[in-house]
Nanobody, 124 residues
Framework: EVQLVVSGGGSVQNGGSLRLSCAAS????????IGWVRQNPEEGREGLSC????????HYADSVKGRFTISRDNYRDTLYLQMNTLNSEDTALYYC?????????????????WGQGTLVTVSS
């Protein structure tokens, strides 16, 4: 059974940083894609970044490129999202999501497995 457990949300001031973690378990092999998605009332769901496990490549939405970094600790099977230079538009529920197979897309509907959301609030 695939499980994704998210941690690390919270409140931060404009310009601050946070790191989200996603502990993944239940996958066999390395043929899967894992990423981060956020949701807020104004923008709906937005795919932010994904990591292709079998080649380690990373991909970002334009809205977070240069500010957010996705990475993985292979030993701990944990995915991270380092978020820097946060602003009020980054306020949202953040989710870790995954699917079997390689898909490079910002479309959050491609994911089959979801962790629980963690709230990130950026205040001025």
């Amino acid at each position: 059974e695939v499980q994704l457990v998210v941690s690390g949300g919270g409140s931060v001031q404009n310009g601050g940083s946070l790191r989200l973690s996603c502990a993944a378990s239940g996958f066999t092999g390395d043929d899967y894609t894992i990423g981060w998605v956020r949701q807020n009332p104004e923008e709906g769901r937005e795919g932010l970044s994904c990591l292709i496990i079998n080649d380690g490549s990373t991909h970002y939405a334009d809205s977070v490129k240069g500010r957010f970094t996705i990475s993985r600790d292979n030993y701990r099977d944990t995915l991270y999202l380092q978020m820097n230079t946060l602003n009020s538009e980054d306020t949202a529920l953040y989710y870790c999501a995954a699917r079997v197979g390689v898909v490079v897309t910002r479309n959050p509907d491609v994911y089959d497995y979801w962790g629980q959301g963690t709230l990130v609030t950026v205040s001025s």
